[in-house]
């Protein structure tokens, strides 16, 4: 069983910045893909970022390109969003995942463990 447990979330005032972190318990973590999701009231889950294996390839969605950085530490079960120059739209439940794939990961359908969310409020 893998259990991923996500801290780091809070408030903050626009142009701020947020650090995520996720950590997971279980032996596939270093093999396969972590990503992070996010949920606004009343929205479906939306894809944010992605680091995929065994390449380590990088994924963002358009709307946090150039702000959003996502790092894995394989030693330490860890996956981190890096979250710069934050908006009032980025608002939302943060979600971290795990796949035993390595395509479609844009998707949340391939992800097979969620973590239970983080909330992140940004207000202008």
């Known amino acids: 069983q893998v259990q991923l447990v996500e801290s780091g979330g809070g408030s903050v005032q626009a142009g701020g910045s947020l650090r995520l972190s996720c950590a997971a318990s279980?032996?596939?973590?270093?093999?396969?893909?972590m990503g992070w999701f996010r949920q606004a009231p009343g929205k479906e889950r939306d894809f944010v970022a992605t680091?995929?294996?065994?390449?380590?390839?990088?994924y963002y969605a358009d709307s946090v390109k150039g702000r959003f950085t996502i790092s894995r530490d394989d030693a330490k079960n860890t996956v981190l969003l890096q979250m710069n120059s934050l908006k009032p739209e980025d608002t939302a439940i943060y979600y971290c995942?795990?796949?035993?794939?390595?395509?479609?990961?844009?998707?949340?359908?391939?992800?097979?463990?969620w973590g239970q969310g983080t909330q992140v409020t940004v207000s202008s």
């Open positions: 995942a795990l796949s035993l794939s390595n395509i479609n990961l844009q998707e949340s359908v391939v992800y097979n463990y």
């Open positions: 680091v995929s294996r065994p390449t380590g390839n990088t």
């Open positions: 279980g032996r596939i973590f270093g093999i396969y893909s």
